[in-house]
């Protein structure tokens, strides 16, 4: 998984947007957007946001959904995200713009996704915010957010073992992904924007990497953590993610684990 969006760095190269694409998405982005379409209810002719697009999986996913006669439109921070996005989808209409300040008129999509990017918002309370703004009064809210870090067996014991290793520092490095994983918690934050929750749910799914190395590259060089551990502490947390990793890892060494995720959707109230 990669965090390549955390505040501290959220314009990437173009390669790390095109890596995102041809490896991230369909190893584990992809099989989430379906997912976040039907929770959304999306349909033919309908109008879509999908807030914090990167490059796209959840638009072109609703894209093929609400033909024919409807639209779909992606924004985010990331510019090299969004290049890939148009250059894969250039149908779509890709903006570049801060979820806190959606540019966007009050009142103009139907639907209004977010996947896999809420934990990454400076101001989370403003984005939810701006997403009912730009709803129309009938519409549904969709957000989907990695479960509890103690719910993925895979990755707890992993940042167990790098934080004996790399010291307390790096468990809110390795964990910033898992930071809206409380349920109740991400279905209060809507209820607080005056949304009204209609569904707040678990559900499981799959994360893949092509080998323990990659897996442990991913976790420690898209955060800011590679940075602060040196080399030999590197080589350890490399050399015992093999064990932390062993159940989770297939004959041929990919490494194969359940991974949960929280969706909530919420409308605006009915008077409203
Ligand atoms: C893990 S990616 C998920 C992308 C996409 N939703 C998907 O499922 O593949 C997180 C995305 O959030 C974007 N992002 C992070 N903070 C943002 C913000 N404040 N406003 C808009 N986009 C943001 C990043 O640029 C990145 O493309």
């Known amino acids: 998984m990669t965090a390549t969006d955390t505040s501290e760095?959220?314009?990437?190269?173009?390669?790390?947007?095109?890596?995102?694409?041809?490896?991230?998405?369909?190893?584990?982005?992809?099989?989430?957007?379906?997912?976040?379409?039907?929770?959304?209810?999306?349909?033919?002719?309908?109008?879509?946001?999908d807030v914090a697009c990167g490059t796209g999986i959840v638009a072109r996913t609703?894209?093929?959904?609400?033909?024919?006669?409807?639209?779909?439109?992606?924004?985010?921070?990331?510019e090299a995200m969004l290049t890939v996005?148009?250059?894969?989808?250039?149908?779509?209409?890709?903006?570049?713009g801060e979820a806190a300040a959606l540019p966007f008129p009050d009142e103009s999509f139907d639907a209004v996704l977010c996947q896999m990017a809420?934990?990454?918002?400076?101001?989370?309370?403003e984005a939810v915010h701006e997403m009912r703004r730009v709803l129309t009064p009938?519409?549904?809210?969709?957000?989907?957010v990695p479960g509890r870090l103690d719910a993925q067996p895979?990755?707890?014991?992993?940042?167990?073992?790098?934080?004996r290793h790399a010291g307390p520092e790096a468990i809110s490095l390795l964990t910033a992904y898992f930071v809206c994983g409380d349920l109740d918690q991400l279905a209060n934050l809507l209820g607080s924007a005056g949304l009204r929750v209609t569904s707040a749910t678990t559900q499981l799914g799959t994360y893949r990497a092509p080998s323990v190395d990659a897996f442990v590259t991913t976790e420690v060089e898209s955060t800011p953590l590679v940075d602060r551990i040196s080399d030999h502490v590197y080589g350890r947390i490399r050399q015992d993610a093999r064990e932390a990793?062993?159940?989770?890892?297939?004959?041929?060494?990919?490494?194969?684990a359940p991974f949960e995720c929280n969706i909530v959707t919420a409308q605006r109230p009915i008077s409203s």
Do not use: K
């Open 9 to 49: 760095s959220f314009q990437i190269p173009m390669e790390a947007a095109e890596f995102y694409e041809s490896a991230f998405v369909p190893a584990f982005f992809a099989q989430w957007a379906p997912i976040l379409c039907d929770a959304a209810g999306v349909a033919p002719g309908q109008s879509v946001l």
């Open 138 to 144: 009938h519409g549904t809210i969709a957000v989907i």
């Open 154 to 163: 895979a990755f707890a014991p992993f940042v167990d073992m790098a934080a």
């Open 118 to 125: 809420l934990m990454f918002f400076p101001d989370r309370v």
């Open 62 to 78: 609703a894209a093929d959904r609400v033909a024919p006669g409807g639209t779909v439109t992606g924004v985010d921070l990331n």
């Open 245 to 256: 990793l062993r159940p989770f890892t297939t004959p041929d060494g990919a490494v194969v």
């Open 85 to 96: 996005a148009r250059r894969v989808r250039p149908d779509i209409t890709w903006r570049q």
